[in-house]
């Protein structure tokens, strides 16, 4: 037997579980949460004893609710399931404000469903509670499932993001939710390590010597990870101007993508525990300096309604920050990604020095190791190659792996897979406190008042010129 696999604590699906989902009327539950509970069922990942119970204000009736389910699904990716009509018989509505004091139908609801449910399967069910509300919610949320005693020791919780705007403010509400819930218990959801692409990085590097061989400042030269976006901000203006670029992408999405890419090797990938301990030594020693970082402003954002006309709130940053452990020490980590940018794109590359050898001078394109984080995912390597012909002149070229043709492979949606690993009790994907604290940590100098000012740039583009000079001597592997 495996020795290190032997070490893994075992990931046991529930016979039974009941997830209740706050903020059930709003547009996260309808166009991600629940798609992503119907995918689970349809893929048979769902225990057969299940429910979804709905917690919101709007008064509605089972019956209503379980159709404007329906018109969600009919709107999804993946359209209306063959039995959705099942599936549906498994949601709930519980109507009223919830928090401490307040008079809910949720308890009641649960104590029904929790009840039939533990003699249906002969085991205590497994209780998920997904808060989808804002972050100005979590707090009443979370002491109103304590106040009205639906948290057990087995109870696990889902926050979205953020966790927290700065370092003072994540550090009280991870004061007040731990007053009621363990760490362990706390799933702080971050939908792009739910990606297959950025899941792939693992086994890319640790199962393949071809990779893992090169993944350190001995072979690399730089990391570009680089999220740029094409879509227009016009239906969250309000929450740009409460957060930015900046705020909304580097702490919860690419530091994290920096801490999957920069992590030393856990003994056991198998082990969730190891994992984060591994993401979070690499967190730590993340290094942000805000003269590397470029700020942008896209050309009309002023116009749009809600906007103040002086606003300088920043929907574009490009950001040079480094990791200081001894695999990574002197290699740039470049982050990019902005708002009305030329292409939609998630990407993470590798850009190798040059080898040594008779070669060196010639002036040739960095070799590079890509992952594609959008969709099913893909990997690609541009390599150098002679040009065919009788010269001896040569030329890169590109071979790539789409992971929707490895065999057998029928990828999960971000959301699906992320609240399958709940269901498992695998926090692997999940944030940590200890994870986000070093990336707040991390971010504070751009909100201790050295903040560079955002620079204009034309919609379409790829932002701001200075941000090119970030990657020198190279340049931006996507798109320039």
Known sequence: MNARRAEAPELVAPKAVIITLFGASGDLAHRMVLPAIAEIRVRGLMPEQWAVIASAREPLTDEQFRERVRESLAESPGGLPEDVDEILTHLYYATGRFGPGDESELPEVIDGIYRDMWAAANEE?????????????????????????????????VFEKPYGTDLKSFEQLDRDVKKVL?????????????????????????????????????????VQIDVPEDLDVADRVDFYEQTGAALDMLV?????????????PPFDIRNPEQILVERERALRALRLDPEEVVLGQFEGYRDLEGVPDDSTQDTFVAARVWVDTDRWRGVPFLLRTGKRMAVKAQRMTLVLRRPDGPLFDEGLEPNTIEVNFAGAG???????????????????????????????????????SLIHDVLLGDRSLFTTADGLRAAFEAFAPLQNGERPEPQPYAPGSWGPAAAAELAFPHRWMLGQ
């Open 125 to 157: 069910p497994l209780v998920v509670h997904f808060l989808a509300v804002p972050p100005s919610g979590f707090r009443s949320v979370t002491r109103g499932l304590a106040e009205h005693e639906l948290i057990t020791e087995s109870t696990r919780v």
């Open 182 to 222: 363990r760490e362990e218990q706390i799933f702080r959801i971050d939908h792009f390590l739910g990606k297959e692409g950025v899941q792939t990085i693992y086994v890319l590097r640790f199962a393949n010597q071809l990779f893992g061989s090169e993944w350190d400042r001995h072979s690399v030269k730089q």
């Open 252 to 264: 919860t999405h690419l530091f994290q993508v920096v801490g999957q890419v920069a992590m030393e």
């Open 378 to 416: 893909a990997v690609s390597l541009n390599i150098t190659v002679k040009t065919p012909g009788p010269e001896l002149t040569f030329s890169s070229g590109r071979a790539q792996l789409d992971l929707n043709d490895v065999p057998r492979s029928e990828a999960l949606s971000p959301y699906a």
